[in-house]
């Protein structure tokens, strides 16, 4: 495989698919103009390309990542996290762009979790922006966060799509709400010169170098994660960062806290909105399919438990030493107003590690409406 740089991750796509009834739309006029010399077909609504002769599922994920198909979302494009009951949720809303990644993360959900081996991004953004103006409008003094980096990495696609430059000049204007772009990518093209008035959150996902490396294919590295992150903190925007899947590996202590100095050294601390840990969870399907994919990979070897939301977790134990390895050292650089939580975790280990419980501070979606509200001002 060419090498693939970490500054256009699109560069891997090979086949453009377009939807015929797609074909006219200014934002495929503008992604084809975008990826010259690439083979181009037109094919029928709701068809996709012709995987079904190919030798094994795993075989067709890594192929899919080079083939794009652009169509229209004919559902909503604004849906709840799919979160479980069991564990404190955040009341984040997805707004889903399209489907999958060019980049290739080990542990990464999609494989296990999308129908489709191959890329998808929704060109009717008409239809997403009047989706999201008539939501806001029906219940204006709701606040929302919103994310497009759900199915798929929020910045990924952005040098051939443009759509953060059409996000974040449409949150601009919406005091009830932030935008966050979260990626593995540093596809910086469509944000200088973006209007973002305080509006547009950039957050990136952080991991110890050698999980960056090593389980995180075609990404970039931390100092060019964290190159971008200070770059668009001398913009204007606020950051977000997420230590998500946090995973256990010889020397994870160390790794852990390298990136975490290395964060702060780079990042001025009152830029950032919100923190997130999480430790590894997956559903059982996904093992089989990435160590078949990634033979060498070893962390999926550990021993598990299956959580009430039937996805494998470490151990209790072990999720609450690493949780606290992080707190110990996020909390010596974190800015007062910056809200560090866990993702999908019990009341139990906020208490062990926090020492109190999401509900004493009014709830998770609370602490981090409040975080947006003090931080996401116009700059
Ligand atoms: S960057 Fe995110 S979406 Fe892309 S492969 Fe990695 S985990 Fe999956």
């Known amino acids: 495989m060419p090498h693939i740089s970490p500054l256009d991750p699109a560069a891997i796509i090979q ?8 074909r006219d739309l200014p934002l495929t006029k503008d992604i084809l103009a975008k990826l010259p010399g690439r083979d181009v077909r037109i094919i029928p609504p709701r068809t ?16 899919g990542k080079k083939h794009l198909v652009l169509c229209k979302n004919r559902g909503r494009f604004l849906k709840p996290c799919p979160a479980t009951r069991e564990y404190r949720c955040c009341d984040y809303q997805v707004l889903n762009v399209g ?29 997403l922006l009047a989706e999201l103006a008539s939501t806001f409008a029906e219940t204006p003094q709701t606040f929302r966060r919103i994310g497009t980096g759900e199915f798929t990495d929020s910045m990924a696609l952005d040098r051939i799509t443009g759509l953060s430059k059409i996000l974040i000049e449409f949150f601009k204007d919406t005091p009830n709400a932030v935008l ?24 990136w996902s952080l991991n110890s170098p050698e999980i960056m490396s090593k389980e995180e294919l075609r990404t970039a590295t931390l100092d060019q994660r964290l190159a971008a992150a200070a ?26 806290k390298e990136t975490i100095d290395r964060l702060f050294a780079a990042v001025p601390a ?17 093992k089989n399919i990435a160590t078949d994919r990634f033979p060498k990979s070893r962390f999926f070897h550990e021993e598990f438990v299956l959580g009430l939301d039937n996805k494998y977790r470490y151990f209790r134990p072990l999720r609450t030493e690493m949780y606290r390895h992080m707190a110990d050292h996020l909390s010596r650089h974190l800015n007062p107003d910056t809200c560090l939580y866990f993702c ?18 009014g709830g998770l979606p609370a602490m981090l409406d409040l975080a947006a509200r003090t931080k996401c001002t116009s700059p």
């Not at 086949?15 to 797609?22: A, F, I, L, P, T």
């Not at 990464?108 to 890329?119: E, F, G, H, M």
């Not at 019990?346 to 509900?359: K, L, M, N």
Request: glycine residues 6%; charged residues 20%; contains cysteine.
């Open 48 to 63: 996709g390309p012709d995987f079904s002769v190919e030798k094994s599922a795993s075989h067709n994920l890594t192929k």
């Open 231 to 256: 770059q668009c903190a001398a913009w204007g925007y606020k950051l977000a960062f997420h230590f998500d899947p946090l995973i256990y590996h010889p020397g994870w202590k160390k790794g852990y």
């Open 270 to 286: 009152a830029s950032i909105v919100w923190i997130s840990i999480g430790a590894l969870r997956f559903l059982p399907a996904l």
């Open 180 to 203: 966050e772009l979260k990626s593995k990518a540093v596809v910086l093209d469509n944000l200088k010169h973006s209007a973002h008035n305080g509006r547009t959150i950039m957050s």
């Open 99 to 127: 489907m999958n990644c060019p980049m290739d993360c080990v542990y990464c959900i999609l494989q296990a979790y999308l129908n489709n081996p191959w890329l998808s991004f929704f060109v009717n953004t008409d239809d």
């Open 15 to 22: 086949h453009v698919y377009v939807e015929d009834d797609c």
């Open 344 to 361: 999908m975790e019990s009341d139990e280990i906020w208490q062990d590690v926090f020492g109190f419980t999401p509900e004493e501070k």
